[in-house]
Structure formats: structure tokens, C-alpha cells
């Protein structure tokens, strides 16, 4: 069952650890494709100088101030779409992003099933969001109805000593905030994008 617009009326730091276990969905001519969240990052609001909303309300940034449970899809480093989903309440900035998951589907190219194969695909940020076919057509998209296809459903309740906290990845800029343990990921998951 997917999860409901409230679950993601909380903190982006709550919201990224019960992710956690939880499944990506997408559908993509006919075909669904489910993928377990593994890895999660937390951006809490304007003060987090790691977060886009740390430099004020911009038309870029825009959806983060919207209602919790959608999409914001941001394009980067001119090549790569990013998957976050706003979270708390409208008009405080904050968002998770979704850093891993692990495919439970076969993916095509190589033709390999081995987890080493799929791991290179969709253990990082950038990498999920092309296998699943996530671009920035689903920037503000709820993903708590089916309609656009992409949503989350429950999954996995995952333990908390199986939750590993961690540095976030990429922001040596952003000061104090840089060495927050604002990454979520689970223990001896193969797909994680990068272990402590």
C-alpha cells in the first residue's frame, strides 16, 4: 500500500530513516518496477546551508516550500536528475534525498542479474533516476497517488540498529553543516552508494 500524504508531514531527519525498507515505484509502459530504498539524505530547512532553500525562495527551489509528499527534481552538473521528496509542513523547506536503491526488478544492459551488475545502476543519486526513468517532468508530482507513476509504498520495517548514520555526501561547502550524520542508510546492503 503506498504511503499516505501525512507520513511525510514530519521532520526531512524522521522521514529519511523510516524510508528506509520503504519501495520506490514506477511505472513505465504498463511495466512496474519496485526498487527498496536503501540510502536517504536529510536537508532540514533554511538554516541547513547544505540545502538549496539555505540561499532564500528561488523559482528553482521553489517546490521544497510546497506541500510535503512531492517531488522536487532538480537537474545538475548539466546531465544528472535528482530525486528528493519535501517533507514537514508547507512553507518550511526541507526534503529527503533519495541517495540508493535496490532493484527488485531485472535491469536490462548488462543482461547480468548478479548484485554486483545492478549495484553499479542504481547505487547512487543520479544513477536510480536513470534506470527508473525520473526526470524533471515529475518536479511537484505527489508520490503519494499512482497517478503520475512514480509513488512509494511500505515496505520493510527496518530496524534502528540497522540504520547506519553518516555524513552527508558532496557538501564540503556547506560549513558546520557538513559533517552533520544526516545520511540514512542500511547495514550491509549492497547497493548503498558509499559505506562508513
Not at 536537508?43 to 506541500?67: I, L, Q, W
Not at 537537474?75 to 526534503?95: C, E, R, S
Not at 547505487?123 to 515529475?138: C, H, M
Amino acid at each position: 500500500m503506498f504511503l499516505k500524504k501525512d507520513f511525510y508531514n514530519k521532520s526531512a531527519l524522521i522521514v529519511a530513516r523510516e524510508l528506509l525498507g520503504c519501495f520506490l515505484v514506477r511505472k513505465i509502459n504498463g511495466k512496474i518496477l519496485r526498487a527498496m530504498i536503501v540510502e536517504t539524505e536529510a536537508y532540514e530547512g533554511p538554516d541547513d546551508s547544505a540545502s538549496h532553500a539555505s540561499r532564500g525562495r528561488t523559482p528553482r527551489n521553489d517546490v521544497m516550500f510546497g506541500e510535503p509528499g512531492i517531488c522536487y527534481v532538480y537537474f545538475t552538473y548539466g546531465m544528472h536528475h535528482m530525486l528528493n521528496i519535501v517533507t514537514g509542513k508547507k512553507d518550511y523547506p526541507a526534503a529527503v534525498l533519495i541517495r540508493a536503491v535496490e532493484p527488485f526488478f531485472e535491469i536490462e544492459n548488462p543482461p547480468s542479474f548478479e548484485t554486483s551488475a545492478r549495484q553499479r545502476k542504481t547505487n547512487g543519486p543520479a544513477k536510480l533516476t536513470k534506470v527508473l526513468q525520473i526526470d524533471r517532468s515529475f518536479n511537484k508530482a505527489p508520490v503519494y497517488v499512482k497517478k503520475y507513476g512514480l509513488w512509494i509504498e511500505n515496505g520493510e520495517k527496518i530496524k534502528k540498529s540497522e540504520i547506519v548514520c553518516a555524513k552527508r555526501i558532496g557538501i564540503d561547502y556547506a560549513g558546520k553543516y557538513k559533517d552533520k550524520p544526516w545520511r540514512f542508510y542500511i547495514k550491509n546492503n549492497n547497493f548503498v552508494s558509499r559505506k562508513v
